[in-house]
């Protein structure tokens, strides 16, 4: 499979542990965007890489978020101190930075802290 | 920011009828609408997408209409399938590089439920 993949699919965590996921983009994609989805909502905009440079982050990103893609390849997403609140599923896409700049997504990683 | 309504939230079609998403925006520079599919538990697929500098564009039963002045865009699904039962997602972005006032986020919409009956 040569699409957007994530680690792991699903996690349960208890509330004040500290999350990870990982994102594995398509290869030659140099763009890399974490989004979060709730039930009944639209993804929303976390924040996006262009190589291993975090370009953009959104509000949304509390300090309790930190994203990292040290090589340009891979990136993680880490939530530390999990709220029930942080329940969603994690998503994460990539693209090119030219031509249509479409973002193909990954399966996601449903986070659920109890 | 960039805010983006989506109506209806759910629509239900016979098989065979056409459906129509209906989208605002609100910022104007953005210049770049796609459209996602969502199956149950799946990830999002886009499915057409359409720049500003075009009207109208067509892939075999999907459409997609665009009024800058108005800053809205439709969906058009003609002969609906059982198939096409998902959730449709609107998104807007405004293109180009960083520095010049481009940004790369996808502003999406709160989706559209979309059954197809037999």
């Known amino acids: 499979d040569t699409g957007v993949s994530q680690d792991p699919r699903h996690k349960i965590t208890k509330r004040g542990q500290n999350v990870t996921f990982r994102c594995d983009p398509i290869s030659e994609h140099n763009r890399l965007y974490w989004y979060r989805q709730t039930l009944g909502q639209g993804p929303e905009f976390l924040t996006y890489?262009?190589?291993?440079?975090?370009?953009?982050k959104s509000r949304l990103l509390s300090d309790r978020f930190s994203a990292e893609r040290p090589k340009g390849s891979f990136s993680t997403l880490e939530i530390q101190r999990t709220e029930q609140g942080d329940s969603a599923m994690y998503l994460c896409?990539?693209?090119?930075?030219?031509?249509?700049?479409?973002?193909?997504f990954g399966p996601g990683t449903r986070l659920t802290v109890t | 920011g960039e805010n983006v309504e989506q109506h209806p939230s759910t629509l239900s079609v016979q098989e065979g009828d056409s459906a129509v998403i209906k989208c605002t925006y609100s910022d104007s520079a953005s210049n770049y609408f796609p459209w996602y599919k969502q199956e149950l538990g799946k990830r999002p697929q886009l499915i057409i997408d359409?720049?500003?500098?075009?009207g109208e564009k067509k892939d075999q039963r999907i459409a997609v209409t665009l009024n800058k002045t108005a800053k809205h865009f439709s969906l058009h699904i003609t002969e609906t399938q059982p198939e096409d039962s998902a959730v449709y997602f609107c998104a807007a972005r405004t293109l180009g590089p960083i520095l010049t006032g481009g940004g790369n986020k996808l502003t999406f919409g709160t989706g559209t439920q979309l059954k197809v009956e037999l």
């Open positions: 359409i720049r500003s500098n075009v």
């Open positions: 890489f262009q190589n291993e440079a975090q370009l953009e």
């Open positions: 896409a990539s693209s090119l930075d030219r031509g249509t700049y479409e973002q193909y």
